[in-house]
């Protein structure tokens, strides 16, 4: 069974920074596409950053230009680097990976910007 394990949340002040990992139990490469969705209190679910295999990447436009995705394919482990923090990043983020149609979740990270 597929494990992907997030860490790096926390609670950081707003314009800091944050690197979020996750860590799968299987290689990387089998997933067509790996991915950070996001959940806010109230909101809906916004997919921030996309990664595929090819190591092409897609952002929302809320990520833009603040957040960078990554993958060490050696490490089995994507990264999603997160710079100048807003109170409206505020939320829990989840690793998504998908392959062969499925879906795979990881259990989230909760991140809380505050002063």
């Known amino acids: 069974q597929v494990q992907l394990v997030e860490s790096g949340g926390g609670l950081v002040q707003p314009g800091g920074s944050l690197r979020l990992s996750c860590a799968s139990s299987e290689s990387i490469i089998s997933f067509d596409t790996m991915a950070w969705p996001r959940q806010a209190p109230g909101k809906e679910r916004e997919l921030v950053a996309t990664i595929l295999r090819s190591r092409s990447t897609n952002y929302a436009d809320s990520a833009k230009g603040r957040f960078t995705i990554s993958r060490d394919n050696a490490k089995n482990t994507v990264y999603l680097q997160i710079n100048s923090l807003k109170p409206e990043d505020t939320a829990v983020y989840y690793c998504?990976?998908?392959?062969?149609?499925?879906?795979?979740w990881g259990q989230g990270t909760q991140v809380t910007v505050s002063s």
């Open positions: 998504r990976g998908s392959k062969l149609g499925r879906l795979y």
